[in-house]
T-cell receptor, first 115, second 118 residues
Framework: AQSVTQLDSQVPVFEEAPVELRCNYSSSVSVYLFWYVQYPNQGLQLLLKYLSGSTLVESINGFEAEFNKSQTSFHLRKPSVHISDTAEYFCAVSDINSGYSTLTFGKGTMLLVSP | KAGVTQTPRYLIKTRGQQVTLSCSPISGHRSVSWYQQTPGQGLQFLFEYFSETQRNKGNFPGRFSGRQFSNSRSEMNVSTLELGDSALYLC?????????????????FGEGSRLTVL
């Protein structure tokens, strides 16, 4: 079984400041890693994913995350946030060998960007 | 192309009633999963369907059930509703089912059905 820990339930930050949302996972097997974003009253949208290859993955809107196997982490970063980045961010893992793509989610981190 | 469509978006029920939620996946997607989202427990996996067969099930009581039709549309049902069933129920579709090499693990979520149990 896997578990995901998002250490911060809320992260307040000023516009144009950098931000890091932390995610650690626990798993005895190899995993795929994901970040999903949820805007108010909407479903989840995939932000970025790590399946294999380069441990640094990027999204089209400036977010990046780095897979660190030794620290079992997949932290999300953005060098300069916008007001429109205000949303809840969920880290998730799936066991690539289980035969299922069932996602195990963290509890989420609410990113609050203020002017 | 249209995204994942869930109906109804909002509904209110009383304890003891039952509810059916519907999900239409993205055209061409044949795998449908359901998740429950609550403030306390976060996002929890309910079940996954592919080709009208349940492929995986989360740790929920038997009051929670689902099915998938030949056109890939899915429904989930909750019987004998309890106050704790109040939640946002999210449906997600994917192109192929879990376990295949071509599965990228990416799920496409609908906007959810918000159930309030009074």
């Amino acid at each position: 079984a896997q578990s995901v820990t998002q250490l911060d339930s809320q992260v307040p930050v000023f516009e144009e400041a950098p931000v890091e949302l932390r995610c650690n996972y626990s798993s005895s097997v190899s995993v795929y890693l994901f970040w999903y974003v949820q805007y108010p009253n909407q479903g989840l949208q995939l932000l970025l994913k790590y399946l294999s290859g380069s441990t640094l993955v990027e999204s089209i809107n400036g977010f990046e995350a780095e897979f660190n196997k030794s620290q079992t982490s997949f932290h999300l970063r953005k060098p300069s946030v916008h007001i429109s980045d205000t949303a809840e961010y969920f880290c998730a893992v799936s066991d690539i060998n289980s035969g299922y793509s069932t996602l195990t989610f963290g509890k989420g981190t609410m990113l609050l960007v203020s002017p | 192309k249209a995204g994942v469509t869930q109906t109804p978006r909002y509904l209110i029920k009383t304890r003891g009633q039952q509810v059916t939620l519907s999900c239409s996946p993205i055209s061409g997607h044949r795998s449908v999963s359901w998740y429950q989202q609550t403030p306390g427990q976060g996002l929890q996996f309910l079940f996954e369907y592919f080709s009208e067969t349940q492929r995986n099930k989360g740790n929920f009581p038997g009051r929670f059930s689902g099915r998938q039709f030949s056109n890939s549309r899915s429904e989930m049902n909750v019987s004998t509703l309890e106050l704790g069933d109040s939640a946002l129920y999210l449906c997600a579709s994917s192109l192929v089912p879990s376990g295949l090499n071509t599965n990228t693990g990416e799920l496409f979520f609908g906007e959810g059905s918000r159930l309030t149990v009074l």
